[in-house]
């Protein structure tokens, strides 16, 4: 059996209005400056897109309102425009959330604490919604189709508004007790640095991330010096070390509108610094590179999240879709 031969009844036992086009999830990406949607196709496919920014001003039902009605929009889209049927909601969110992003609190949108995500937007939709961090999400996509492809361990990460991470260890990826495992951003990198949204100090997001950029330098991430850019590259660098040290890895896939906007400056910083700092046999020798998805990633990623809980709602044992477990 195929990704495309998923039958939506068996996802919630409700029959759902069926489309000669085919099937296609919603996928959902919620970041610190903006929430995309999209639709992608069981293959991965994305067809269609639109984002809407991240109002600070909202308070949290005017926000879900901002982004309901972008969901709505593309559902719309599916059935009138692509003649496609939509079958699942998948979210990528930042984090932290709790498991299934049942409730979400992502540190840069502060309008939303332990706000019910996954149930609002199954209420709204009257689809079956799955949710998942964006990092960990973009992983799922850069394992399936991307710069991680066949690889069994390897860490993705975000540098963007904020840093994120997902971890896949002996081909799953993992959870940990809350669903938050890969939280890469709240590695210390400098130990005596900058106060994080965290409550910590010195964490990798407070020093690198895109927020963090713009309060040191009074700058915007997007007109960076040649000095941040590779500030940043070596910082994340660091990190990422840290992590194949400890987790026994060889591959960093790296993302987000900050290490993708550095660029090359950026990636060779980063591996001269996990070159420096990855010294055990085992993690000698570890590449870091850019995610393949480029911007399509984080809505894939959201999208093979519902992709994946689908399967798992078949119980279908053997079927290869992203990161199956
Ligand atoms: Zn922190």
Not at 43 to 47: K, M, P, S, T, V
Not at 108 to 116: G, S, Y
Not at 198 to 202: D, L, N, T
């Given at each position: 059996m195929s990704a495309d031969e998923v039958d939506p009844q068996a996802v919630d036992g409700a029959a759902k209005p069926r489309v000669v086009g085919g099937d296609v999830v919603v996928a959902v990406d919620i970041g610190g400056t903006k929430m995309a949607v999209g639709l992608m196709t069981m293959?991965?496919?994305?067809?269609d897109r639109a984002q809407v920014p991240?109002?600070?001003?909202?308070k949290s039902e005017e926000l879900f309102v901002v982004l309901a009605e972008a969901v709505d929009q593309q559902i719309t889209r599916a059935r009138q425009h692509h003649r496609m049927s939509p079958i699942a909601v998948g979210v990528g969110c930042a984090g932290p959330i709790s498991i299934g992003a049942e409730t979400v609190s992502p540190l840069?949108?502060?309008?939303?604490?332990?706000?019910?995500l996954r149930q609002r937007l199954a209420a709204t939709t009257s689809l079956p919604v799955y949710g998942e961090l964006d990092a960990k999400a973009l992983a799922l996509a850069e394992g399936w189709l991307?710069?991680?492809?066949?690889?069994q361990n390897f860490l993705a990460m975000v540098v963007s508004t904020g840093i994120g991470g997902g971890v896949v260890l002996n081909g799953q990826l993992l959870d940990g007790a809350t669903g938050?495992?890969?939280?890469?951003?709240?590695?210390?990198?400098?130990?005596?640095?900058r106060r994080c949204e965290?409550?910590?100090?010195?964490c990798l997001e407070a020093e690198a991330s895109g927020l963090a950029i713009a309060a040191i330098?009074?700058?915007?991430?997007?007109?960076?010096?040649y000095e941040i850019m590779q500030r940043t590259g070596r910082l994340v660098g660091i990190g990422a070390a840290s992590v194949c040290n400890l987790l026994d890895l060889d591959l960093v896939v790296v993302g987000g509108s900050v290490a993708l906007g550095f660029a090359a400056t950026f990636f060779n910083s980063a591996q001269a610094a996990l070159d420096e700092h990855a010294k055990l046999s085992f993690a000698r020798g570890a590449r870091i590179t850019p995610v393949?998805?480029?911007?399509?990633g984080p809505l894939i990623g959201a999208g093979a999240v519902a992709v994946r809980g689908i399967h798992r709602g078949r119980r279908s044992a053997g079927v290869r879709v992203p990161m199956t477990q």
């Open positions: 293959q991965g496919e994305l067809i991240v109002d600070h001003g909202l840069n949108i502060f309008a939303w604490r332990e706000f019910p991307g710069a991680a492809v066949g690889k938050n495992a890969g939280h890469v951003g709240h590695i210390i990198v400098e130990p005596n640095g965290c409550g910590s100090q010195g330098t009074g700058r915007s991430p997007t007109e960076p010096t393949r998805l480029a911007d399509q």
